[in-house]
């Protein structure tokens, strides 16, 4: 397999001009341009310290990842027939919404009869498998509850990321983001949640951030502006507000430097897309756009002033959807998995669990919820997983740094280079839905279950 451009310092340097283009079939491959080169790491603050390490020399090449085979197979279950994550409700039913393959490969949930529903993801527990059997029909499963959709925050009011905005920088569509300000106390959730038969023991409510205005349409591969960010790209299914059950998840993905929304193809996957909004649940893929003055979370890429632009994308989300709001997650790779990391921190009021793919360690991040200790897979490659920053080290850094305070924290070290983990990829969606809002027990404790790579544990190496 090719790898998406495994630079040094020096190739970043003297890289050239990238060619950006991405299929939109999974499995059939996406080209990763040619690095970009990161800037400056002192841009947290606007001025000359935030000069950026000069981009696209001369004689770069776009690399190609995920050739014949990509992922188009990566998330078929194993013996026990395909489940369709949310598939049609019919009177025979297929399989059931959640229902992915446990270590010894059969469906989660059994059969759907006619009017059950199951829960988005009643997620498996340390053996994978869910209790209960087949569901009656009128039968419901709770997968721990879940929130009114527009669960309150103070009217008009975003999460702030620890800090007010910088000048230049832009505020959520239609809301304004208070300095500093926090969600009002006894955001609302539906009562008498509780957790399903199958679903993974759950416990707190996660506080929903407000739009504070109008939302944009999201249409199924569609594009949406909030602020000034244009171009964010959204998953869903046109009947999402009516799915059963207590719905399917919302899934945030954060490009890398030099790349585009499409990367969501190869980083989440085609098949895991269609399981989600088949359940009722969004993938959004943003778009990282320009911010003078504004406090940046990893290399001038993404910043602190798109906190609020995330605030009004998943209250808007959980408006057009069937959002449970126990499952929003995020994924990025390189300087969108730093975010990715600043995120699950600086958005803990309602992030469940993310993905990082040679990420690691945010900058300067405050957390939010000290309480929610936001799970994650941390995938980096060897010793040369190096693009002006360690991102091997990074990542070993964010595990030395939280999992003694209880964040559970999947190491995974692959032999490649700087790469969006094909090994791990497949398998983002079983492990977001294994880790709703503040999980507890654990269900990885004593490991990885089957199926993820062998090189990741709960340990570094």
Known sequence: MTKPFALSLSAVLFAGACAVACSSADGSGIDIPGFGGFGG??????????????????????????????YGAAGAPSAGGAASFGGNVNTGGTTALGGTSGAAGSNVGGDLSA???????????????????????????????SNSAGGSNSAGGSNSAGGSNSAGGSNSAGGSNSAGGSNSAGGSNSAGGSAGSGGAPQTGSPQLPTAGGSCPTFTN??????????????????????KPGTGGPLILYYH???????????????????????????VVSFKSTACSGCQTTDDNYWFVQDD???????????????????????????????????????RSNYMASVVSYSGGMPFGT???????????????????????????????TYYSTYQPKGYYTMMCMHQGGHEIDPGVAPHTLDFFLAH???????PYSSGPPAGFPSYCKNTPP
């Open 115 to 145: 009017g059950g529903t199951t829960s988005p993801g009643g997620a498996s527990g340390a053996a994978g498998t869910s209790a209960g059997g087949d569901m009656n029909a009128g039968g419901s499963n709770s997968a721990g509850g």
């Open 256 to 282: 890398a430097t030099a790349s585009n929304p499409s990367e969501v193809l190869q980083g989440f996957g085609q098949t895991n897309i269609s399981k989600v909004t088949a359940a009722g649940g969004v």
């Open 41 to 70: 790491l002192g841009g947290t603050t606007p001025g000359a310290a935030g000069t950026s390490v000069p981009t696209n020399g001369a004689g770069g090449a776009s690399t190609t990842t995920n050739g014949a085979g990509g």
């Open 308 to 346: 609020p632009i995330q605030d009004t994308v998943v209250a808007c989300a959980i408006q057009q959807a069937h959002i449970d709001p126990k499952h929003i997650h995020a994924l990025g790779w390189s300087a969108g998995a730093l975010h990715t990391m600043h995120v699950a921190l600086a």
């Open 366 to 396: 405050q957390v939010q919820n000290p309480n929610n200790h936001v799970a994650s897979i941390l995938t980096y490659g060897d010793s040369g997983d190096v693009v002006v920053i360690d991102f091997n080290q990074n990542s070993k």
């Open 436 to 442: 709703p809002f503040e999980v507890s027990p654990e």
């Open 221 to 242: 591969g569609g594009t949406i502006t909030v602020g000034r960010m244009s171009g964010i790209v959204t998953y869903i299914d046109p009947t999402a507000k009516n």
